[in-house]
T-cell receptor
């Protein structure tokens, strides 16, 4: 597996609390992504980054923010968690240039009660 | 944006038989089509991909075909084995800013021994 870690791997939190998920890579890849995975919906892009401090929204970005202050770290923040944000969150990385492949981290299972 | 549809949602085959999963996409500018395999509780793993300048690609028992005119692509698994049981996802991307992937909703493949 590519050098990608996610933390925490599991989290239970209450509605209305802020939550931050961390993705860390050791591959020095330019692109980083946050997806959520829900039954019947496959993988949906939340936000992505194409460089330090360069981020953009994906198709399901409402209620989420991201930050990337270093190449290796990409943070996903739920400012005020809701039950609809209960999901499995995957980080992915991709190099720049002619390579298109994305490689996924192990995932974070988040439960909002 | 791009819309990827995947069929069937579930597929059961006898061990040794072939399995075929089909995806359609809407954006004619899409030019890269990966397939991921996800075992229960694991991360999605890239198993094969194809670019728009190629019609077919094989890797041992798996193959992918692409029909750009009809905007569909398919995953073919021959001589299926129980370890092929997993959820398979197709995706498409246009290699625009950030190389955003658009995923299908997944096919749960069960290989019956």
């Amino acid at each position: 597996d590519a050098g990608i870690t996610q933390s925490p791997r599991h989290k239970v939190t209450e509605t209305g609390t802020p939550v931050t998920l961390r993705c860390h890579q050791t591959e020095n890849h330019r692109y980083m992504y946050w997806y959520r995975q829900d039954p019947g919906h496959g993988l949906r892009l939340i936000h992505y980054s194409y460089g330090v401090k360069d981020t953009d929204k994906g198709e399901v970005s409402d209620g989420y923010s991201v930050s990337r202050s270093k190449t290796e770290d990409f943070l996903l923040t739920l400012e005020s968690a809701t039950s609809s944000q209960t999901s499995v969150y995957f980080c992915a990385i991709s190099p720049s240039g002619a390579t298109y492949e994305q490689y996924f981290g192990p995932g974070t299972r988040l439960t909002v009660t | 944006g791009e819309n990827v549809e995947q069929h069937p949602s579930t597929l059961s085959v006898q061990e040794g038989d072939s399995a075929v999963i089909k995806c359609t996409y809407s954006d004619s500018a899409s030019n890269y089509f990966p397939w991921y395999k996800q075992e229960l509780g694991k991360r999605p793993q890239l198993i094969i991909d194809i670019r728009s300048n190629v019609g077919e690609k094989k890797d041992q028992r798996i193959a992918v075909t692409l029909n750009k005119t009809a905007k569909h692509f398919s995953l073919h698994i021959t001589e299926t084995q129980p370890e092929d049981s997993a959820v398979y996802f197709c995706a498409a991307t246009t290699r625009n800013t950030g190389n955003q992937f658009y995923f299908g909703t997944g096919t749960s493949l069960t290989v019956i021994p």
